[in-house]
């Protein structure tokens, strides 16, 4: 019988994420980030993936390397082992999605993971599909959770795994169709993602009378995490858990 998903449990207050791990005192993206993150109290990590030019899935934010690491180019262009010679910062690397999984798999409790697609394809190249295949593989569907800016890709993970919870991301500058999700009735979804300029008590009692859970991001003032955990929201994504632990107080 499968596990109940763990982002779907009820609990007391608001999860707290790491965005890119705890981006704020380690590199973004890095295990040494994620690492971080779960030592300071987080619940889970918040990363992105995407495929390099060998096929492997890579967890790293940019299209490019230029930002987060000491080289330059595209990553869809650059091979595995070419990606892994760059420094991520501080003498890190670039990991792929397996080795995120692997090293929080071995966190005291379930390190709960916000996978998050990086695609703009209308129709499917196969990426996710393939991230599908690497949380199978790895059997980790109980703390797993997608999500998309492209609401095509929602779409199609609810087909190719229906079992593991998606969500919808989008914030406040974006076009009027995208931030008030006019497709959300075509895609099957858990959680919506607004960003942190998004958050009203309204609007949060508003998504939860449709069924939905809300995540919202990227929280990263004491004011404005006291501000969402009073509104209401499931859980809070931000680049220092250690600063939204304090703000809430535990």
């Excluded at 091979?79 to 071995?106: F, N």
């Excluded at 196969?126 to 929602?154: I, K, M, W, Y």
């Excluded at 406040?172 to 931030?179: D, K, T, V």
């Excluded at 004491?222 to 929201?233: C, K």
Aim: charged share 25%.
């Amino acid at each position: 019988m499968p596990q109940m998903n763990h982002w779907l449990a009820q609990a007391d207050r608001p999860l707290i994420i790491g965005h890119r791990g705890a981006s704020a005192h380690a590199p973004e993206n890095t295990l040494a980030a994620f690492m971080l993150a779960l030592e300071q109290g987080a619940d889970g990590v918040e990363l992105d993936v995407t495929r390099c030019a060998t096929g492997e899935l890579v967890v790293i934010h940019d299209d490019r390397v230029d930002r987060t690491t000491n080289g330059r180019g595209w990553v869809h262009k650059l091979s595995l082992a070419e990606l892994r010679g760059l420094d991520a910062g501080r003498g890190e690397r670039i990991p792929t999605l397996d080795e995120v999984i692997v090293a929080t798999a071995a966190a005291p409790r379930p390190c709960l993971l916000n996978i998050e697609i990086k695609s703009v394809a209308i129709s499917s190249d196969g990426l996710e599909r393939q991230v599908v295949e690497v949380v199978r593989r790895h059997a980790c569907e109980d703390r797993v959770l997608f999500s998309s800016f492209n609401p095509l890709t929602v779409r199609r993970l609810a087909q190719l795994a229906p079992d593991i919870p998606r969500a919808i991301l989008y914030y406040h500058a974006m076009p009027i169709y995208l931030r008030r999700v006019w497709t959300a009735s075509l895609i099957p979804h858990e959680f919506r993602h607004p960003d942190v300029g998004l958050i009203t008590p309204a609007y949060v009692t508003k998504l939860k009378a449709q069924g939905k859970r809300v995540n919202t991001w990227t929280v990263n003032r004491r004011d404005d995490v006291i501000r969402v955990a009073e509104s209401g929201v499931h859980g809070i994504i931000g680049d220092s858990p250690r600063l939204i632990r304090e703000a809430l107080g535990i």
